[in-house]
């Protein structure tokens, strides 16, 4: 079994930088670590993946190049750069065990999840 615990949430400028957290309890050395974030009216949306083992990591194109997403031990961070309003939502960690095959941002695949913690940038 394992469980997630985000942390980090809070209100940032537009422009700015913010970082959540996600820390595990039980065995993710073979999972799929994901972010996710799901804004008001708006479906659950793949922001970024790490994979197990090499730890390569692949990014929604919506924040490639201004998110980066890391992972030390049990702990994975999305360090977030150059924010946008559009960026403002709840931000879900999500482990995934059966993923191999499959495209990294279905929501359903992931069986482990978050509380998620809320981000909102203002303008």
């Known amino acids: 079994q394992v469980s997630l615990l985000e942390s980090g949430g809070g209100s940032v400028q537009a422009g700015g930088s913010h970082k959540v957290s996600c820390t595990a309890r039980?065995?993710?050395?073979?999972?799929?670590m994901a972010w996710f974030r799901q804004a008001p009216g708006n479906s659950r949306e793949g922001v970024a993946v790490?994979?197990?083992?090499?730890?390569s990591t692949v990014y929604a194109d919506s924040v490639q190049g201004r998110f980066i997403m890391s992972q030390n031990k049990k702990t994975v961070t999305l360090q977030m750069n150059n924010l946008k309003p559009e960026d403002t939502a709840m931000y879900y960690c999500?482990?995934?065990?059966?993923?191999?095959?499959?495209?990294?941002?279905?929501?359903?695949?992931?069986?482990?999840w978050g509380q998620g913690v809320q981000v909102t940038v203002s303008s």
């Open positions: 999500a482990a995934a065990t059966f993923w191999y095959g499959k495209t990294w941002n279905n929501a359903r695949d992931y069986e482990y």
């Open positions: 039980g065995h993710t050395d073979d999972k799929l």
């Open positions: 790490i994979y197990p083992g090499g730890g």
